[in-house]
């Protein structure tokens, strides 16, 4: 039963994808379209191999980009946790300002970062920071504060002190919670580095994508787009490995159960 | 050497309120070296809060802790403390479970798990030493988390209904196995319940609480002769005594 339910949900999701690119093709193909506007996936791929050199540097530019922007973003966002949710004044202070970052339109703060910060890559690791740092500084932020208490005060009544406190049982309980905000922010990144990209920038995937735009070949900007897709993919199940190797008792399943 | 008339743990005439709410009224018990006492009362009567105030996890309002003849209000570290929950860490193998006392003591991981690992055997944990606490029964889980109170202090231990979770048949497994080590474990021991059979069973002593805001409605000895086994429960003595508390209550 269980293998039947893998299948189907590997195989019916692939089925459905390519029935809609074989819907796509028969479009593009007859004519109705012309390719400027909506290119067949088969020149897609041509596209994509014909560029490879100029799309891969490209691409090489904004994985970095996305590496930098979320790497920081993890390292901040778990100081910031720490501090909010050990200092309890802190929280209050610093919340409305937490949710305040993500009601400003990216759109809207990229450009006036490249005036603040050029032209060069600081700008897009900012943007990359700031679309990353909310949703792993909340998850974090809410496994810390839903920790069990009767937990906690089971480790104050054997003396441990609050370094202990969060190695042994906040971390740890918090974790499931972290690995679901890095996956959101994972998801995310590169495309915030696009954006950084696009509204302003000397090289990247977002560069490529626009000047692609502007001379219409539409077909290297739909290439780029399933580099992006893919590269994020990628990302995510990446973290998914680190998230399966490092908490392998989510794993674990009733079938594992043994009575007396 | 301390002085061995002074009782193990002395807790005299506590009270406590949480705002409005008076929980413990008046409240003194004693315990003696290798003593087995129970603490029976209505669930909600206060005697998890009484538990929190001898482990030093809040502070009575009026009254003393002594324990050992020097005074322990608001003190936490001196007496291991088990909850009805398990609260083993989900993510911590068995044997990483057990040895977090002796961690949180100073000692080195590899340490802690050598001294943990040799009370596997007695506390029927032996071969589960990495599976997690998922993969345990209600009853072994019990049991790990009462080698882990042991590990923390094993000459005082405070029980809150170490049992109260499983089902009749394991519960009486479980007293059965704890009244067969505790001769073994040379602990004195305060006992959560609020199953009547399972104190007069366990017990050296019993202290039957009132309705909340707590007071002391009595207190008497379980003259029961020791070893028990399952015959006791329908034994003269046994019935005797059940009969007096049912009475009271």
């Known amino acids: 039963m269980k293998k039947i339910k893998k299948i189907s949900n590997i195989i019916l999701p692939v089925f459905f994808i390519v029935i809609l690119i074989a819907i796509w093709e028969s479009v593009s193909g007859s004519g109705l379209v012309q ?22 540097g490209n691409t090489l530019i904004t994985l970095f980009e996305t590496a930098a ?20 004044i802190v929280k209050k202070i610093l919340n409305p300002l937490l949710i305040a970052t993500q009601t400003i339109p990216i759109i809207i703060l990229a450009p006036l970062f490249i005036i603040w910060f050029g032209y060069g890559y600081l700008p897009k690791i900012i943007i990359v920071i700031l679309i990353c740092f909310f949703p792993i500084t ?21 003396g441990a002190n609050r370094t202990q406190i969060y190695k042994i049982v906040k971390f740890p309980s918090a974790m499931p919670g972290f690995f679901s905000g890095i996956k959101i922010a994972a998801t995310y990144s590169i495309m915030g580095a696009t954006i950084g990209e696009w509204v ?36 995510l199940k990446i973290i998914e490995l680190i998230e399966k190797k490092y908490m392998p008792w989510i794993q674990i399943s009733k079938e594992e159960y043994y009575e007396e | 050497m301390k002085d061995k008339i002074k009782p ?27 003593q087995f006492v129970s603490i029976v009362g209505p669930s909600g009567c206060g005697k998890s809060t009484l ?23 608001g003190k936490t570290g001196r007496v291991s403390y088990m909850h009805q929950k398990d609260l083993l860490l989900p993510w911590n193998t068995i044997i990483n479970n057990v040895s977090i006392p002796l961690m949180l003591k100073g000692l080195k991981k590899r340490e802690s798990q050598i001294k943990a690992r040799k009370y596997f055997p007695l506390f029927g944990l032996e071969g589960f030493e990495n599976h997690f606490p998922a993969q345990l029964s209600g009853g072994m889980r019990q049991r790990a988390a009462l080698l882990r109170t042991y590990l923390f202090a094993n000459d005082i231990m405070l029980l809150d209904e170490p049992f109260g979770s499983l089902d009749a048949i394991n519960k009486r497994k479980m007293q059965l196995w704890l009244l067969g080590i505790l001769k073994d474990l040379k602990s004195s021991i305060l006992f959560i319940t609020h199953d009547i059979d399972e104190a007069i069973f366990l017990s050296d002593k019993i202290y039957l609480l009132s309705e909340r805001p707590a007071v002391v409605k009595t207190s008497f000895n379980v003259d029961i002769g ?19 508390i049912l009475t009271l209550l």
Do not use: C, W
């Open chain 1, 35 to 56: 390719p400027f506007i909506l290119p067949a996936p088969t020149l897609i791929l041509y596209s994509l191999i014909m560029n490879f050199k100029a799309i891969g």
């Open chain 1, 69 to 88: 922007g979320f790497l920081i973003s993890v390292i901040i966002s778990i100081i910031a946790a720490l501090v909010m949710d050990s200092i309890a």
């Open chain 1, 138 to 158: 909340v998850s974090l932020l809410q496994g810390f504060a839903t920790v069990d208490k009767e937990l906690l005060n089971l480790l104050k009544s054997m």
């Open chain 1, 200 to 235: 302003g920038g000397k090289n990247g995937l977002g560069v490529y994508m626009i000047r692609a735009k502007q001379s219409f070949s539409t077909d290297k900007v739909f290439a780029a787009i399933i580099v992006i897709t893919v590269l994020s993919i990628f990302f």
């Open chain 2, 8 to 34: 193990v743990i002395e807790v005299t005439n506590i009270k406590k309120s949480f705002g409005d709410l008076h929980t413990i009224k008046d409240v003194s018990l004693i315990l003696e070296k290798n």
């Open chain 2, 51 to 73: 538990f929190d105030i001898i482990s030093g996890l809040e502070k009575p309002d009026i009254g003393k802790v002594l324990i050992e003849g020097e005074i322990y209000n």
């Open chain 2, 226 to 244: 020791r070893p028990r086994s399952n015959r006791t429960f329908t034994s003269v003595e046994f019935n005797k005594i059940k009969r007096k």
